[in-house]
């Protein structure tokens, strides 16, 4: 079964850094782009980003460049999205999904929430 | 950026009618690279249609999808209860893939 599988939920507060996971299995990750997509509470889906495994081609949205860094590590078929000082407006869940003819695969989301 | 627009914002129907969504592109989606996806509460999105008309794996064929360039229709011939959501397109053709912001259709 084709799937992706993120980390678990994140309480942190303003000035923390984040590191959050997305774990692919049962297709070959190297060979598909992974992207990455935010949705704050009650709004709508916000493409952040993708990376390609195989050589860690990354593009980001203009919105989310120098704000967040994605990156995968290949040999464990993890793909991460991270931050070094996390903001309120972070608050939100994150979605990775596989991005082939569409996004077709998606992790199940990790809800950050940052709060002093 | 490719900014798409969503209308209507939110569509009242019933079951057993048919639902028609908008997606309208501020350029050309290259190769009609444009896709739909449902959202339910508390649940990731689902794909449903890729290469604006192609059915993803499992998608009942009541879902259909049309249009190239900048203007493009998702259509559900006869509403179910289940497929009360919401719908958002998204162009993959030009980086960044932005999506639209969403058309919730909701029960009449």
């Known amino acids: 079964e084709v799937q992706l599988v993120q980390s678990g939920a994140e309480v942190k507060k303003p000035g923390e850094s984040l590191k959050i996971s997305c774990k692919g299995s049962?297709?070959?990750?190297?060979?598909?782009?992974i992207g990455w997509v935010r949705q704050m509470p009650g709004k709508g889906l916000e493409w952040m980003g993708i990376?390609?495994?195989?050589?860690?081609?990354?593009r980001y949205s203009p919105s989310f460049q120098g704000q967040v860094t994605i990156s995968a590590d290949k040999s464990i078929s993890t793909a991460y999205l991270q931050w070094s000082s996390l903001k309120a407006s972070d608050t939100a869940m994150y979605y990775c999904?596989?991005?082939?003819?569409?996004?077709?695969?998606w992790g199940q989301g990790t809800t950050v929430t940052v709060s002093s | 950026e490719i900014v798409l627009t969503q209308s209507p914002g939110t569509l009242s129907l019933s079951p057993g009618e048919r639902a028609t969504l908008s997606c309208r592109a501020s350029?050309?989606?290259?190769?009609?690279?444009l896709a739909w996806y449902q959202q339910k509460p508390g649940q990731a999105p689902r794909l449903l249609i890729y290469?604006?008309?192609s059915r993803a794996t499992g998608i009942p064929d009541r879902f259909s999808g049309s249009g190239s360039g900048t203007d493009f229709t998702l259509t559900i011939s006869r509403l179910e209860p289940a497929d009360f959501a919401v719908y958002y397109c998204?162009?993959?053709?030009?980086?960044?893939?932005?999506f639209g912001q969403g058309t919730k259709l909701e029960i009449k």
């Open positions: 999904a596989r991005q082939a003819w569409g996004m077709d695969v």
């Open positions: 049962g297709y070959s990750f190297t060979r598909y782009w």
């Open positions: 990376i390609y495994p195989g050589d860690s081609d990354t």
């Open positions: 350029q050309s989606v290259s190769s009609s690279y």
């Open positions: 290469g604006a008309s």
């Open positions: 998204q162009q993959y053709g030009s980086s960044p893939y932005t």
